[in-house]
T-cell receptor, first 113, second 110 residues
Framework: TQLLEQSPQFLSIQEGENLTVYCNSSSVFSSLQWYRQEPGEGPVLLVTVVTGGEVKKLKRLTFQFGDARKDSSLHITAAQPGDTGLYLCAGGDSGGSNYKLTFGKGTLLTVNP | NAGVTQTPKFRVLKTGQSMTLLCAQD?????MYWYRQDPGMGLRLIHYSVGEGTTAKGEVPDGYNVSRLKKQNFLLGLESAAPSQTSVYFCASTYTGELFFGEGSRLTVL
C-alpha cells in the first residue's frame, strides 16, 4: 500500500505571509496531483506534475515534484484569505496507472486577514 | 454544464437501513470512483469503475456495493448501514487521470 504523508496537518497564518506544504512518501509515484477543497465542496484540481524535478507555477502557487518522484511541495507566496482551504496531494499508481490515486490526509490552511 | 452530480446531498439513516447514493457525470468519462472522507483520515477509495459494466474494490470496500450499468452513472449502495459508515461521500470521474469531484453526500447513521 502506497502512503502519502502531508505536513503540517494544520497551518494558520496572516495575510501576506509565505508558506510551504509538504507531501512525502517512501514509494515512487507516476504522477503527483494537488487539489484544494473548500468547506461543503468537493476537491478541485490545482496541478499535476509527472516528471522528477518538475516545477510548475500557478500565479502565487509553486509546485515541485521531487527528483525521485517520492515527494512534492506546494509553496504559496503572499497568502490571501481566498487561499484558505484543505490542500490534498494525490499520487498516481507507480505501476503506471494514473487512474487510481492515493490521497494524503491533507493540510488545512487558514489565512487570516 | 453540470459535471459530476451526487444525490442525495444529505441523508440520515437508522442502523440496519439500506440506501443508494447516485452519481451522474455528463463528461463521457470512462473512470468513476467513490471515496469517503472522514476527519483526519483524508479521502479513502471505496470502489471504482474503469468502464461501463465493470467495478473493482478500493481501499475500504466492506459494507458497500456498487454498480455501473450505464457509463454516466455510478451507484453506491449500503445494504445494512452502520454508525461507522457516517461520513461524507464523494464521487469522482476522469478521462485523463485528473479527477472531477461532485459536491459530496453527507450521510449520518444513527
Amino acid at each position: 500500500t502506497q502512503l502519502l504523508e502531508q505536513s503540517p496537518q494544520f497551518l494558520s497564518i496572516q495575510e501576506g505571509e509565505n508558506l510551504t506544504v509538504y507531501c512525502n512518501s517512501s514509494s515512487v509515484f507516476s504522477s503527483l496531483q494537488w487539489y484544494r477543497q473548500e468547506p461543503g465542496e468537493g476537491p478541485v484540481l490545482l496541478v499535476t506534475v509527472v516528471t522528477g524535478g518538475e516545477v510548475k507555477k500557478l500565479k502565487r502557487l509553486t509546485f515541485q515534484f521531487g527528483d525521485a518522484r517520492k515527494d512534492s511541495s506546494l509553496h504559496i507566496t503572499a497568502a490571501q484569505p481566498g487561499d484558505t482551504g484543505l490542500y490534498l496531494c494525490a499520487g498516481g499508481d507507480s505501476g503506471g496507472s494514473n487512474y487510481k490515486l492515493t490521497f494524503g490526509k491533507g493540510t488545512l490552511l487558514t489565512v487570516n486577514p | 454544464n453540470a459535471g459530476v452530480t451526487q444525490t442525495p446531498k444529505f441523508r440520515v439513516l437508522k442502523t440496519g437501513q439500506s440506501m443508494t447514493l447516485l452519481c451522474a457525470q455528463d463528461m463521457n468519462h470512462e473512470y468513476m470512483y467513490w471515496y469517503r472522507q472522514d476527519p483526519g483520515m483524508g479521502l479513502r477509495l471505496i470502489h471504482y469503475s474503469v468502464g461501463e459494466g465493470t467495478t473493482a474494490k478500493g481501499e475500504v470496500p466492506d459494507g458497500y456495493n456498487v454498480s455501473r450499468l450505464k457509463k454516466q452513472n455510478f451507484l453506491l449502495g449500503l445494504e445494512s448501514a452502520a454508525p461507522s459508515q457516517t461520513s461524507v461521500y464523494f464521487c469522482a470521474s476522469t478521462y485523463t487521470g485528473e479527477l472531477f469531484f461532485g459536491e459530496g453526500s453527507r450521510l449520518t447513521v444513527l
